[in-house]
């Protein structure tokens, strides 16, 4: 029977560049609380998804030559995307959202809609600072040294029409839920949302933009596309059918038990996220939990710093398990942690390797030696020398839960671990070995395998929401024992002669000096000159065919205004009428440069508007990276190579 229902979330991620471990680590964390409460017998939500929309991501996909919905689809499901990582990283999410789901983008546009029908959102002047990486506005009260409070980045000045939401309006409801509720935890994130944001006057935010369009249009006033952070946070209700018929649960999972967010995103789920609910009469989350950050060097990791980890290579060396175990075994989820290879290899080797993998091979290796595939129904019964552990291990689920349900998964971890060193110690009292040789001991013997097996199988039964695979394995060594949640409580759920089936080392000892100088050279660039990875997947010839590649001269070339990037080609391609391309390459190329050179396009992509102008086609370039520098070469060819002769 199920104890209700359990919804979850993860924040949505942008997809304006690859996810790293920092990403993983709150993923990660969200997973294991959603496994843990299904064992404990809910039905749970756990939704996590990509927030695709802003100015950001209009810049990278105009930088990469593609439009933002290509961007986007190649972060989100293309080969070592988002949905690869969580599928590695063994992500149990039940629903998955994109914020371009046409559900969601006609779901934001009626909720956009209510709020300035029942007047919380109304038409203004927006004059004030903008940051474009955050896309967060500021005024100019709240930067610091004149510069992005949350990424400390150069500011711009902005002003446009825009419509705003009275924030003020809730800032004494808001300031009366964070002071006087649980809403907002660690306690400490309180003070800092009051004193920093609320105190100082909570100002009306500025909820549309028409300074690019890359988001979701307004539909009672063109031009303006609904600001990011609205369209994100509503997220957590679209997807369970706020607003649309494409989705349904609402009823059953809003409010929110719980959304985990990373610190610098709290300002948007405790402040501006109940106001937009209050607004629409809405209940509230129940919880919002911002986790600390894994910082690198004492900094944050980030793309531009080139300091990201990458979970792929990680999870290949270390394997999933040990890689998840990690990020919530060693650091406390509320505060920052710094993430070193050191640490991480050190944590597997004792935690993984010594303590809890010898435990395991120990045992199942000592039981199949002394009584062969199963344990004798002859035992004895305990003995005081038995009690200290049985009852630590009859006491761990209460300890762990008490620790899961404060969000503290060290701290539960650490219960368990307690527990794992306590019987390895007892097999050291016991000397099993020694109790082997006397055949009037094996009842005695046989007691202490039990007891050893019992430990074991409550230990994996907790672990499993951290390490899902490994609980899987050692109940399978366990003869496919019972791991669910009232059995974990109860000393004595395995039958006395218990079958057990051998394997190898959960977790082999790593070579910490020799990893870290693989690691160390993998992290270093090949050489000063570094090439886009092969394509793994073959294309077959008649497609490759289908492209039509041709030589072109160019009869004029023109820098496209308000573009720093963009050149405008009018080209000969033999056929008697212009063609005309645009190509992102004005960081590498004078116009004047390129009047008169012969360049090969590829000709029957379809036409593409690019700041309104359309591109039919491509012009085809070399591209590698030199001492980290994007180098870019246009393929020229023979001038002697008439204008539109094919290419094959
Ligand atoms: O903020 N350590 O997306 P995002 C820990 N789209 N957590 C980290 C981290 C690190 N080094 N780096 C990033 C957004 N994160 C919005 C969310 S929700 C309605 C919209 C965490 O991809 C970060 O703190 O920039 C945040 O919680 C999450 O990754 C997504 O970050």
Redesign the pocket.
């Known amino acids: 029977m199920s104890k209700g229902n359990y919804y979850i979330t993860t ?4 997809p304006s560049a690859k996810l ?1 471990i ?2 993983t ?2 993923t990660v964390a969200t997973d294991a609380m959603a496994r843990y409460k299904r064992l404990q017998g809910y039905n749970v939500c756990f939704l996590t998804g990509t ?1 695709e929309h802003g100015q950001k991501i209009e810049d990278k996909a105009k930088e990469a030559g593609c439009t933002p919905q290509e961007y986007v689809d190649n972060i989100v499901l293309g080969e070592g995307g988002v949905l690869d990582l969580w599928k590695l990283m063994n992500i149990s999410n039940d629903r998955f959202i994109r914020t371009t789901d046409d559900y969601h983008v006609a779901a934001i546009q009626k909720i956009f809609k209510k709020m300035y029908e029942n007047g919380d959102i109304y038409k203004g002047k927006y004059t004030g600072k903008y940051c474009k990486p955050c896309e967060s506005f500021w005024t100019e009260s709240q930067l610091v040294d004149g510069k992005c409070p949350d990424c400390g980045r150069e500011v711009q000045d902005a002003e446009e029409e825009a419509y705003f939401f009275r924030l003020s309006k809730y800032a004494d409801r808001v300031q009366d839920l964070l002071e006087n509720t649980d809403f907002l935890e660690p306690r400490s994130r309180v003070h800092e949302m009051v004193n920093n944001f609320i105190k100082p006057g909570l100002e009306d935010l500025c909820v549309s933009r028409t300074s690019f369009s890359w988001g979701v249009p307004v539909d009672f006033d063109e031009g303006h596309v609904v600001y990011v952070w609205i369209d ?2 509503f ?2 209700m679209t997807a369970l059918g706020f607003c649309n018929d494409a989705k349904e649960g609402l009823e059953d999972f809003w409010p929110a038990d719980v959304h985990f ?5 709290v300002r ?1 789920h405790a402040i501006i996220w109940p106001a937009m609910l209050m607004s629409l009469g809405l209940p509230l989350p129940k919880k919002v939990y911002g ?5 690198l060097d004492g900094g ?2 980030s793309k531009s710093k080139g300091n990201v980890v990458d979970p792929y290579i990680l999870a290949q060396r270390f394997g999933v398990d040990a890689l998840r175990f990690f990020l919530l075994r060693s650091f406390p989820f509320g505060s920052d942690g710094n993430f070193s290879n050191e640490l991480l290899i050190s944590t597997i080797n004792t935690d993984l390797a010594n303590d809890l993998g010898n435990l395991v091979s120990r045992t199942v290796a000592m039981a199949q030696k002394y009584f062969g595939e199963r344990l004798p129904a002859q035992q004895q019964v305990n003995i005081e020398m038995d009690k200290e552990l049985v009852e630590m291990v009859c006491t761990l689920r209460d300890k762990y839960e008490e620790q899961m349900e404060k969000y503290a998964f060290q701290n539960a971890l650490a219960e368990v671990f307690k527990v794992i060193s306590r019987a390895n110690k007892y097999i050291d009292e016991n000397a099993p070995w020694v109790l082997a040789k006397d055949e009037s001991n094996h009842p005695r013997l046989a007691k202490v395998l039990y007891n050893l097996l019992e430990t074991v199988r409550i230990c994996a039964g907790l672990l499993s929401p951290f390490m899902p695979a490994t609980a899987e394995e050692i109940a399978k060594r366990l003869g496919g024992v019972r791991m669910d949640w009232d059995s974990l409580e109860d000393f004595g759920v395995l039958p006395v002669q218990v079958a057990t089936v051998a394997g190898d080392a959960l977790f082999p000892r790593i070579d910490m000096e020799k990893e870290l100088a693989a690691l160390e050279e993998l992290s270093k660039p090949k050489s000063d000159i570094e090439i886009e990875p092969y394509a793994t997947e073959h294309v077959d010839f008649d497609t490759f065919c289908k492209s039509d590649f041709r030589a072109v001269k160019v009869k004029d070339c023109q820098p496209v205004k308000k573009s720093d990037k963009l050149l405008q080609f009018t080209l000969d391609d033999g056929t008697g009428t212009d063609r005309q391309i645009l190509s992102g390459i004005a960081k590498f190329y004078k116009p004047e440069e390129l009047i008169g050179k012969t360049l090969v396009a590829i000709t029957n992509l379809p036409p593409r508007k690019m700041m309104g102008k359309e591109s039919c086609g491509m012009l085809i370039s070399a591209v590698h990276t030199e001492k980290g520098e994007e180098k870019l070469h246009l393929l020229m060819v023979d001038d002697a190579i008439p204008a539109g002769a094919k290419l094959c």
Do not use: Q, R, S, T
């Open positions: 924040p949505i991620y942008y790293h920092g990403h680590y709150c927030d994100a946070l997220n957590y967010v990373g610190k610098e995103i948007f986790h600390g950050w894994l910082l944050k990791m």
